[in-house]
């Protein structure tokens, strides 16, 4: 089964600092994805990749900044953190098609105190 | 832009009785459609997907069929067990990038 591994799966960092949220896919997926996830919001996009060297903003990617410096890695930034940005964070990754399964990580439970 | 809704927050039922979860859709194209579930403190994996050609998905004992007419794709179980207790989302996607949109999920919560 695919393999999404996000890393550390809990992190309590302090307003105005910086947070870097890291997840490594061993499937060879192009395509990799950064949620958060809020009651009463779901999973919302913050950034995804369609491969090494692309990033794209999501649909709520103000405050954060992503990376993909290889295949296998994907990285979600926080410059400064808020305390809005306390959330649960899931990184996935999946195929290039539409109707192809997107694979999630345990996710990052990250709290901004 | 795309949405999916989700009307129920939480619901509750005894193990055995049936259950359906509601989900509705707004998209400018012809989306798929994905019902993803999550038990506590784990990942969000796949349940079921809709097909290119009308086959309704099963898996588990839950299946649900592709409306395109009212833009539903409600989730349904005949018989639930403790084990489906779990957070649901319903997700859709289109395009090559496969972005998911979800909805805000239901909670389903199996009582004996």
């Known amino acids: 089964e695919a393999a999404v591994t996000q890393s550390p799966r809990n992190k309590v960092a302090v307003t105005g600092g910086k947070v870097t949220l890291s997840c490594n896919q061993t499937?060879?997926?192009?395509?990799m994805y950064w949620y958060r996830q809020d009651t009463g919001h779901g999973l919302r996009l913050i950034h995804y990749s369609y491969g090494a060297g692309s990033t794209e903003k999501g649909d709520i990617p103000d405050g954060y900044k992503a990376s993909r410096p290889s295949q296998e890695n994907f990285s979600l930034i926080l410059e400064l953190a808020t305390p809005s940005q306390t959330s649960v964070y899931f990184c996935?990754?999946?195929?290039?098609?539409?109707?192809?399964?997107?694979?999630f990580g345990k996710g990052t439970r990250l709290t901004v105190v | 832009g795309d949405s999916v809704t989700q009307t129920e927050g939480l619901v509750t039922l005894t193990e055995g009785l049936p259950v359906m979860l509601n989900c509705t859709y707004q998209s400018t194209y012809s989306p798929f459609l994905f019902w993803y579930v999550q038990h506590l403190n784990e990942a969000p994996k796949l349940l079921l997907k809709?097909?290119?050609?009308?086959k309704r998905p099963e898996h588990q004992g839950f299946h649900a069929t592709l409306h395109k007419s009212s833009s539903s794709f409600h989730l349904q179980k005949s018989s639930a067990q403790l084990s489906d207790s779990a957070l649901y989302y319903c997700a859709l996607s289109e395009g090559a990038g496969n972005k998911l949109t979800f909805g805000i999920g239901t909670r389903v919560l199996v009582r004996p």
């Open positions: 499937n060879n997926h192009n395509n």
């Open positions: 809709s097909f290119t050609d009308n």
């Open positions: 996935a990754s999946g195929g290039t098609g539409a109707n192809t399964e997107v694979f």
